[in-house]
T-cell receptor, first 113, second 112 residues
Framework: GDSVTQMEGPVTLSEEAFLTINCTYT??????LFWYVQYPGEGLQLLLKATKADDKGSNKGFEATYRKETTSFHLEKGSVQVSDSAVYFC????????????FGQGTILTVHP | NAGVTQTPKFQVLKTGQSMTLQCAQD?????MSWYRQDPGMGLRLIHY???????DQGEVPNGYNVSRSTTEDFPLRLLSAAPSQTSVYFCASKRGESYEQYFGPGTRLTVT
């Protein structure tokens, strides 16, 4: 079945540092890929998405490129802020699963001033 | 527009008790789903619905029941609570053809 693997956390960075959170996936067909963010005490929010190979999703300074050849969707940000501290989830929705999301384990990001 | 709402926010149950977690959305979304979030495991799908009167099982359905009598509501019933059901539960919804799912704020359930 479908699966998503994220780099193990937690990740601790200083403000303005560069962020990478790795995500790889296994899926049949042509899945759509997502990054969700969960701020403390809140539900998940969609951060960005990519629906086909080589698409780049971007939002709030975060970017991720859908790499079919390496089955990856790594999240990057050039300069993190304290307000980016949250849990980040990589997820996929398979081509035949009509909206069912398969999530990675989540990565806790803490940014210090 | 309240989005996706869930009640209660917190609940403590004893083993064997039953209860219903409520979920409602006011966006006229066809698709609704329930996930549980456990440390180190991400979110796992419990049940989902593609429209009123239609439900199906997800990855971890055992011990849970759902029904969808209206477009707006999608309650999750725990039939006989077990400590293994201690978790944070999230409800989500989306329009049928959209990619974006909207999540509620979650219900933290503890079973002792």
């Amino acid at each position: 079945g479908d699966s998503v693997t994220q780099m193990e956390g937690p990740v601790t960075l200083s403000e303005e540092a560069f962020l990478t959170i790795n995500c790889t996936y296994t899926a049949t067909g042509y899945p759509s890929l997502f990054w969700y963010v969960q701020y403390p005490g809140e539900g998940l929010q969609l951060l960005l998405k990519a629906t086909k190979a080589d698409d780049k999703g971007s939002n709030k300074g975060f970017e991720a490129t859908y790499r079919k050849e390496t089955t990856s969707f790594h999240l990057e940000k050039g300069s993190v802020q304290v307000s980016d501290s949250a849990v980040y989830f990589c997820a996929l929705s398979g081509g035949t699963s009509y909206g069912k999301l398969t999530f990675g384990q989540g990565t806790i990001l803490t940014v210090h001033p | 527009n309240a989005g996706v709402t869930q009640t209660p926010k917190f609940q403590v149950l004893k083993t064997g008790q039953s209860m219903t977690l409520q979920c409602a959305q006011d966006m006229n979304h066809e698709y609704m789903s329930w996930y549980r979030q456990d440390p180190g495991m991400g979110l796992r799908l419990i049940h989902y619905s593609v429209g009123a009167g239609i439900t199906d099982q997800g990855e971890v359905p055992n011990g849970y029941n759902v029904s969808r009598s209206t477009t707006e509501d999608f309650p999750l019933r725990l039939l006989s609570a077990a400590p293994s059901q201690t978790s944070v539960y999230f409800c989500a919804s989306k329009r049928g053809e959209s990619y974006e799912q909207y999540f509620g704020p979650g219900t933290r359930l503890t079973v002792t």
